[in-house]
């Protein structure tokens, strides 16, 4: 502001002497013209008037006289002095030979104007050229010299040297559009360009540069290099004479011999051409250098003076703080861009949250795991957002402690997801703290969902780990005891056997039970091989055409025999066989297929007490065969469904002790899968239970023995059947066992519709599923029976209560069949009430 407001004073008072001047020398030239009427202005007699001599040749402001070609025929000392020209040299010139080139066309319209009279006074600052070529400006002020007969014939022109004035002009013009560039300016080769193109208009900024400093690298970066000379953009500061500025902390004014002299005391070390002139200032910001700028000259050891470097200083403070605040923000651009690319792109889920608990800001994640786009997200609660009520108060004690404890909280937890559902995250809550406290929190939700159930799978492996321990101890005990059993009868009777005074029939009793514990001694390392072959996938399957009509014969015929050893006459055996005296076939391994048939009857047969022991087989709509075993005994325990196909796992009863080594159902198991099918149980704690086993191949048949008077054949055409079953599978197997008859079945799924359909069509009889959802069948009967007292209703399920019998004829059913449906035993039932005429 200083060195504006001088420049201002410095041009006013000049202003006013220039004026001064010029009208005075007016008024002394009008005053020689009255004297020299009828001479020639230039006639040799005008050197004789002393005063006009002595006004023109003294006169403190250049003038010149030019004629009509533009030839400068008279000049005094000033305007030699401003050209530095020669007389001779001067006389040779034409007004336009001082013109630049830029201008020519406008000081020919000028000399135009005035010799045409278009103009009789003109005033203007110009540039024009001195003989070192330097541009010079001109406060002009230019009048007509007219003949006597009022003609133009000359031009006067008086010129004052404005130079300075003007330049001071442009300073302040370039120092304003400079400052105007430092406040408005977001990137630094921009800023720098600025400052050179107005900077261009006061020095010459041919070779001018500014270059950022690296103190950590010690290196100097130029983001805009206005070289001829030199090509480089980053080189280190060692050595050089902008890193000698950069040490020094101060201003540099060398010539040619001073950075000579610099190399030799090896100060600097240049490479190339020495300029003639360099001039370098430090740029300080907040007392460290921030960089350097520059201006030199190859061509002059004048090009540069104290002013200039005067000016540069000026300006360096601003250019300091301008470059400071650009590389601050050019480095806050490339952390946002930097902290935007993680945020955006983090593998974890997260949220910004202000300190009101509502969304600032999510990244892709959060929306992929949540399932919340941003434009759902911004502006909501988070709580509200992804927590249920019953995490809504965690999650505001979780803000209140990041609050108070001002540092990372981390809870692994639940959040709820745009569909409704519940995800496993963990949660990190960070505050986000400036100045005045903490102004947001950065929340990091990861989901563990995965590493949750690996947790639980741990766990339970673990205590897998530890009941196979448990059960490992318990099956070598197990053994043990098996082992000793028959191991000690066989031990024992041979010592009897072997005893003279054991008579023969003694020695036949003995024998027998020798063998049949051999039998069980067998039978117990057989299942021992097995499970190590099956364990070890080494066991081999022999598959072949196996009749399965005989093969379920004998196994009925064999257990049947097996009941009456065991002392359990009293429990009734039955076989179930859909396809009746057909004889079927399927494709089986036929030793492993009766094997797993034996253990299932064998535990059935152990673990039962009394009622009934079915097995058999039904087909499906696939023509699959399902086959089963079930039993009255005492059931399965529900926390043992799931493990009872498990190595050494037996149903203990505190009531009895049950012989086993817990294999046999992992041996039936391995097996079944060996085939190709899947095994499954269903059973009711002191009811039974019901195993089911596949095995990938269908039932063939061949042939009808016509010599079974048990096999039927029923003709129900025109007769329409009611079934109530939910199950797609057991409704196959009642289809199936029905489709030889011709009858019309209806299926319903529960017993809201079998009563809508018994009250809105005619039905001959009802086969209803007592287990079904909306309305069981017990009460769907009951409803049925309000309105039609007459149609049969014929009851299923899965289970024989005692009390269960009784239960289905009071609410009204006719009769009672258990699943799995036996189809002979279905058919019978049905046609006994076709044949009384209901």
């Known amino acids: 502001m200083i060195y504006e407001r001088m420049l201002n004073e410095k041009v006013m008072k000049s202003k006013k002497q220039l004026k001064a001047e010029i009208e005075k020398l007016h008024d002394e030239i009008a005053s020689l013209k009255n004297q020299s009427v009828n001479k020639p202005i230039l006639d040799t007699n005008l050197n004789s008037h002393d005063l ?47 013109i630049p080139d830029n201008k020519i066309d406008k000081a020919h319209q000028f000399i135009e104007s005035m010799f045409s009279a278009k103009l009789n006074k003109y005033e203007a600052e110009q540039p024009y050229i001195k003989s070192d070529g330097t541009i010079i400006w001109l406060k002009l002020t230019a009048s007509l010299i007219k003949n006597s ?133 430090p740029l300080i910001n907040q007392e460290k250098c921030v960089g350097v700028l520059s201006v030199k000259s190859f061509e002059s050891e004048t090009a540069f003076s104290y002013n200039d470097l005067t ?8 250019i300091s703080d301008a470059i400071q605040k650009i590389r601050t923000e050019e480095a806050l651009k490339v ?109 990091i939700f990861r989901d563990i969902t995965e590493r949750i159930e690996a947790k639980k799978k741990l766990e339970e492996a673990k205590d897998k780990a530890e009941e196979s321990d448990r059960l490992k101890t318990s099956f070598l005990t197990n053994m043990s005891h098996e082992i000793r059993t028959p191991m000690n009868a066989i031990v024992g009777f041979s010592e009897l056997i072997a005893e003279p005074t054991t008579d023969q029939e003694s020695r036949k009793e003995f024998a027998e039970q020798i063998y049949n514990s051999s039998k069980m001694l067998l039978k117990l390392i057989d299942d021992i091989i097995d499970i190590s072959q099956l364990d070890s996938a080494n066991l081999e399957l022999n598959i072949k055409k196996t009749n399965l009509s005989k093969l379920l014969s004998d196994i009925f015929t064999k257990f049947s025999k097996e009941k009456i050893k065991e002392n359990k006459d009293n429990i009734e055996l039955l076989l179930h066989n859909p396809f009746g005296d057909l004889t079927t076939y399927i494709e089986t391994d036929e030793f492993r297929f009766k094997q797993i048939f034996y253990n299932l009857i064998n535990n059935a047969l152990k673990y039962t007490e009394q009622g009934f022991i079915e097995f058999g087989f039904d087909v499906n709509h696939n023509d699959e065969p399902i086959f089963y075993v079930r039993d009255t005994g005492i059931g399965i325990p529900a926390d043992k469904i799931n493990s009872i196909f498990q190595h050494f796992t037996k149903i203990e009863d505190r009531r009895k002790l049950y012989r086993g080594t817990g294999i046999g159902l992992t041996i039936t198991k391995k097996l079944v899968s060996l085939l190709g099918g ?4 269903e059973s009711n704690l002191g009811i039974g239970s019901i195993f089911y ?28 059947i009611l079934v109530a079953e939910d199950d797609d599978t057991n409704y196959q197997v009642i289809k199936a066992s029905l489709s030889r008859t011709h009858a019309n079945l209806v299926r319903v799924h529960n017993g809201e519709k079998a009563v809508d359909e018994c009250l809105s069509n005619a039905f001959d009889l009802i086969i209803m599923d007592i287990k079904m959802p909306n309305l069981d069948g017990i009460e769907a009967t009951k409803k049925i029976r309000f309105k039609n007292r007459n149609i049969p209703i014929i009851a299923q399920t899965a289970f024989f209560l005692k009390n269960e019998r009784d239960t289905c004829i009071d609410a009204g059913c006719n009769d009672y069949i258990p699943k799995p449906v036996n189809s002979r035993k279905l058919l019978e039932t049905i046609n006994k009430y076709f044949i009384n005429g209901n």
């Open 52 to 98: 006009f001599y002595s006004i023109f040749e003294e006169a403190g402001i250049g003038m010149a006289i030019i004629n009509k070609d533009a030839n400068i025929v008279r000049f005094n000392k000033s305007f030699k002095s401003l050209f530095d020209y020669s007389n001779n040299e001067l006389l040779a010139k034409t007004y336009f030979d001082l």
């Open 149 to 281: 007969d009022g003609e133009p014939e000359y031009i006067l022109g008086m010129g004052e040297d404005v130079t300075e004035l003007k330049k001071a002009e442009i300073i302040k013009d370039a120092v304003y559009n400079i400052s105007n560039a430092v406040s408005n300016s977001y990137n630094l080769s921009e800023l720098i360009e600025s400052i050179k193109d107005n900077l261009s208009k006061i020095i010459d900024s041919e070779h001018f540069f500014i270059a950022i400093y690296n103190e950590i690298e010690d290196s100097l970066s130029i983001p805009y290099l206005a070289e001829n000379k030199e090509n480089f953009k980053t080189f280190t500061a060692k050595n050089t004479l902008p890193g000698y500025v950069i040490q020094e902390k101060k201003s540099l004014f060398l010539n040619q011999q001073e950075i000579s002299n610099l190399q030799e005391n090896k100060k600097i070390d240049i490479q190339g051409e020495v300029c003639k002139q360099w001039l370098g200032i």
């Open 311 to 318: 000016i540069l200083e000026i300006l360096s403070n601003q």
């Open 335 to 443: 952390e946002r861009a930097y902290f935007k690319e993680l945020f955006d792109n983090s593998p974890e889920a997260i949220a910004i949250v202000d300190n009101s608990s509502k969304i600032i800001n999510i990244n892709n994640e959060f929306t992929e795991l949540f399932g919340y786009s941003k434009n759902e997200a911004i502006n909501q609660s988070i709580e509200d957002l992804i927590s249920t009520p019953a995490y809504k108060d965690e999650a505001h004690n979780l803000t209140t402690e990041i609050a108070v404890r001002k540092k990372t909280v981390k809870i692994d937890t639940k959040r709820r997801k745009k569909d409704g559902s519940m995800v496993e995250v963990s949660l990190w809550g960070t505050p986000i703290i400036l100045d005045k406290g903490q102004i947001a929190v950065y929340a």
């Open 678 to 681: 899947e095994i499954w149980v």
């Open 693 to 720: 086993f596949t095995i990938s191949e269908k039932v063939s048949f061949v042939k009808l023995k016509n010599s079974s008077l048990d096999n039927k054949i029923y003709n129900w055409a025109g007769k329409k």
